[in-house]
Every structure is written in C-alpha cells, then in structure tokens.
C-alpha cells in the first residue's frame, strides 16, 4: 500500500505531498478490505448455488473529499462527496460495460423489482436501470438531484446547480467536472434552466 502514488488534492492547502499521499494510501486500503470481504460474500453465495440467480450491487452511501477544496469527509454539494461508485453483476448485467448514464440510488428499488418479475409502481419516482445494465440504453435520466440539511442541488451531466450552501447561501454553479469556479453569475440562463429542477427543502 505504502508504495501507491496518488495525484494531490484538487486546491489544497493544508499538507504537504507526502502526507496527502499517505492519506490516501490509508482509505485505499480501507476499500481494499472491503473488496476483500466482497469476495467472501460472493464466495458464500456460490457454495450456496445460488451465484447465477443474484444480482449483485457494489456502491456507497457517500464519497469522501479526502482534501480537495481544503475539505475533508461528506455533506458537502461537490462531486468527490455527492458523486458514489455503483457497480453491479449477475443476470442481465452485459459484461464489461462502462456507462456515463445519470443515475439515481432510488432506482435500485424499481431495479430489484424488475429483477424479481414483481412490476413496478406508477407512483414511485424509481426508475429500473436494466436497459443500462444490458446494453439497450446510453441514458437513463436527464437530471439528478442531491441535498442535504439546507442544501439542494441538481446536476444535468454537466452543469450542477446547487442552492443553500456556504456562508451566503447563494446559488452556485458549476460546469463538473470543474467545481473550483462558481460561474453562475456568467450563465443566468443556466440558473434559470436548473432552478426549476432544484428539490424543495421539506
């Protein structure tokens, strides 16, 4: 682990290279553990024979800024935090694909009941991801949206909206992958565009 090379955080002030590099060799191998133990779930499931009828979702509830932006942990709008790893396997899930498509947590629910037979409610906003999975389909949901406490954002795959969040709670916009610079103040017709997408706080 110790001999990994990470690149620095994205405008960081806080450590030096090298005690960035050690940081994230540390949550590295943290997820390494968790892949590990992965592995021992899988494996039960195979002396099981219950392998080729499971589908089977990697993912996290959160990300971690690890020092990007002088920041640390979750809870914040930006993608490093907001933005989680999802990745499935099992019956059809077509091998080897890699997609861009936007994306939701909630659509897992509607993707297990697609993968049971059990048809989904009208009323849920969950979407099933399978034509994605098996290939059918490049895109899946023109926006997604995200909040926390008193913040709201939605991101269109480009350009993410966020509203409530820092000291002046103003709008912020940002063209991701790039979150260094708040444009909105350059592209109104944008903040007007996302707006209208934006999560009410309830």
Do not use: C
């Not at 994205?10 to 997820?31: C, G, K």
């Not at 589908?55 to 709008?77: C, E, F, Q, T």
């Not at 509607?110 to 389909?137: I, N």
């Not at 795959?157 to 063209?175: A, H, N, P, W």
């Amino acid at each position: 682990v110790r001999t990994r090379k990470y690149t620095q955080p994205n405008h960081s002030t806080e450590f030096d290279a090298a005690t960035h590099v050690a940081i994230r060799q540390n949550y590295t191998a943290m997820v390494e553990n968790i892949d590990r133990w992965l592995g021992v779930f899988l494996d039960e499931i195979r002396k099981r024979g219950e392998f080729d009828n499971t589908l089977v979702v990697y993912s996290s509830d959160h990300g971690d800024m690890l020092g990007d932006l002088n920041r640390w942990a979750k809870s914040v709008p930006y993608q490093p935090s907001i933005g989680v790893p999802l990745a499935l396997a099992g019956p059809g899930v077509e091998r080897g694909i890699r997609s861009e498509a936007l994306v939701s947590h909630i659509d897992l629910a509607a993707t297990f009941l697609t993968a049971a037979g059990v048809k989904v409610p009208r009323t849920m906003d969950s979407r099933p991801l399978q034509p994605v999975l098996s290939g059918k389909a490049r895109t899946h949901r023109e926006y997604v949206r995200s909040g926390l406490n008193e913040w709201r954002a939605v991101w269109d795959g480009r350009y993410k909206l966020v509203r409530g969040f820092g000291k002046e709670k103003q709008f912020l916009l940002f063209d991701v992958p790039a979150e260094n610079n708040d444009i909105a103040a350059q592209r109104p017709e944008i903040v007007e565009r996302l707006t209208k997408l934006l999560p009410e706080i309830r």
